[in-house]
């Protein structure tokens, strides 16, 4: 007798999903695809509930191995499973269909933050996982939400939930790490709708997560949402409310690049340049430390295209401010000239004005 494969519920699952989203990428009438998938409010609660809330395995995964973390997290990420296409298929739906998407996450949101409490009062301690995943589906699809508030068309208060769900889960006793990673990250992606004094209350906690006892899960969500603060607030020409918060902002990002490697290396090296881009006055008092470690970088992962071009950028960078502190980094620099293959020191010489490199070469 033959042996019958059991098609893995998983499978299952990823494809049923993709289904869903050829369906709604095919540009058929709504009520053509809402008889094909019931709805988009059932669809969004099915895929909060079902697929995209963090399996034990992962959990288990993610805590082993940081970098795989990073790379699930990546928007651009190679990698599959359930909760992406999941993700996959909220974008999807966000975009093809934002006026019936958005009101149905609303109910899906409101539906499973209460679900997520009774669990909790139940003492059932995976309730933070409902919590995570909304979270994550908010975040994910931060520009319908955004849009559609500006333009009066959700009833939906974003800053009650700010600070009733996701400043609460951040600023909770116990809860997983997870949680807490996932409530900086979503937070910086929601700043402009923020309060000065919420916002203070978020870089406070975001400068904490980057601590180096805090687990590695919180710390890369930590320079995700580091990222996203100043990439917002330099967008809108405020950056004075990062100042107080940049000198620990950078120490603990410059421990996370020196204690970790591939993909969260990667990461804190993309957010560092984000960072020394905020203010030229920070960025010279702080020369002495990120050249020798962009130099380190550099001579530990020169194979790796991906450090290398971060590194240039980089150099990019603190050239771009054409201040007196260069000449300091430049002969630094130029004291690697032996050993370098060439490419990057041309890339050097193109970016760096040649008063600096005459003055660096004496």
């Given at each position: 007798?033959?042996?019958?494969?059991?098609?893995?519920?998983?499978?299952?699952?990823?494809?049923?999903?993709?289904?869903?989203?050829?369906?709604?990428?095919?540009?058929?009438?709504?009520?053509?695809?809402?008889?094909?998938?019931?709805?988009?409010?059932?669809?969004?609660?099915?895929?909060?509930?079902?697929?995209?809330?963090?399996?034990?395995?992962?959990?288990?995964?993610w805590?082993?191995?940081?970098?795989?973390?990073?790379?699930?997290?990546d928007?651009?990420?190679?990698s599959?499973?359930?909760?992406?296409?999941?993700?996959?298929?909220?974008?999807?739906?966000?975009?093809?269909?934002?006026?019936?998407?958005?009101?149905?996450?609303?109910?899906a949101?409101?539906?499973?933050?209460q679900?997520?409490?009774?669990?909790?009062?139940?003492?059932?301690?995976?309730?933070?996982?409902?919590?995570?995943?909304?979270?994550?589906?908010?975040?994910?699809?931060?520009?319908?939400?955004?849009?559609h508030?500006?333009?009066?068309?959700?009833?939906f208060?974003?800053?009650?939930?700010i600070e009733?769900?996701?400043l609460?889960?951040?600023?909770?006793?116990?809860?997983?790490?997870?949680?807490?990673?996932?409530?900086?990250?979503?937070?910086?992606?929601?700043?402009a709708?923020?309060?000065?004094?919420?916002?203070?209350k978020?870089?406070?906690?975001?400068?904490?997560?980057?601590?180096?006892?805090?687990?590695?899960?919180?710390?890369?969500?930590?320079?995700?949402?580091?990222?996203?603060?100043?990439e917002?607030?330099?967008?809108?020409?405020?950056?004075?409310?990062?100042?107080?918060?940049?000198?620990n902002?950078?120490?603990?990002?410059?421990?996370?690049?020196?204690?970790?490697?591939?993909?969260?290396?990667?990461?804190?090296?993309?957010?560092?340049?984000?960072?020394?881009?905020i203010?030229?006055?920070?960025?010279?008092?702080?020369?002495?430390?990120?050249?020798?470690?962009?130099?380190?970088?550099?001579?530990?992962?020169?194979?790796?295209?991906?450090?290398?071009?971060?590194?240039?950028?980089?150099?990019?960078?603190?050239?771009?401010?054409?201040?007196?502190?260069?000449?300091?980094?430049?002969?630094?620099?130029?004291?690697?000239?032996?050993?370098?293959?060439?490419?990057?020191?041309?890339?050097?010489?193109?970016?760096?004005?040649?008063?600096?490199i005459?003055?660096?070469?004496?």
């Open positions: 007798m033959s042996k019958v494969n059991k098609f893995p519920l998983y499978q299952f699952l990823s494809l049923s999903l993709l289904l869903c989203k050829a369906l709604f990428s095919l540009s058929l009438p709504f009520p053509v695809v809402l008889s094909l998938s019931l709805s988009p409010s059932l669809v969004l609660s099915f895929s909060l509930q079902d697929t995209i809330i963090p399996s034990s395995n992962f959990v288990r995964m805590s082993n191995d940081p970098d795989q973390f990073v790379e699930d997290e928007d651009d990420t190679f599959y499973s359930v909760r992406i296409s999941a993700q996959d298929l909220l974008l999807s739906l966000a975009t093809e269909f934002p006026n019936e998407s958005a009101p149905a996450l609303c109910h949101f409101t539906q499973h933050i679900q997520a409490e009774m669990d909790k009062n139940a003492g059932n301690p995976h309730w933070w996982k409902i919590h995570e995943s909304c979270l994550l589906a908010l975040g994910s699809v931060r520009n319908l939400f955004v849009d508030l500006k333009k009066g068309k959700l009833q208060d974003i800053k009650h939930f009733s769900v996701i609460a889960d951040m600023t909770a006793g116990s809860v997983s790490p997870f949680l807490i990673g996932r409530c900086l990250w979503t937070g910086s992606r929601f700043a709708v923020m309060d000065p004094e919420i916002m203070e978020f870089l406070q906690a975001t400068m904490t997560g980057l601590h180096p006892t805090q687990p590695a899960s919180v710390r890369i969500s930590a320079v995700r949402a580091v990222f996203g603060f100043c917002y607030l330099k967008n809108c020409g405020t950056t004075q409310i990062l100042f107080n918060f940049l000198p902002i950078m120490e603990g990002l410059l421990s996370i690049t020196t204690q970790f490697s591939s993909n969260v290396l990667a990461l804190s090296l993309e957010t560092l340049i984000v960072v020394l881009a203010d030229d006055n920070f960025t010279a008092s702080v020369e002495a430390k990120v050249t020798p470690l962009t130099i380190a970088v550099f001579l530990k992962y020169s194979s790796d295209p991906l450090i290398v071009s971060l590194v240039e950028d980089m150099i990019t960078q603190m050239a771009m401010w054409g201040r007196p502190f260069l000449p300091g980094a430049l002969s630094q620099w130029y004291g690697l000239k032996r050993f370098l293959s060439g490419a990057l020191f041309r890339c050097l010489a193109e970016l760096i004005p040649h008063r600096f005459r003055h660096a070469t004496l």
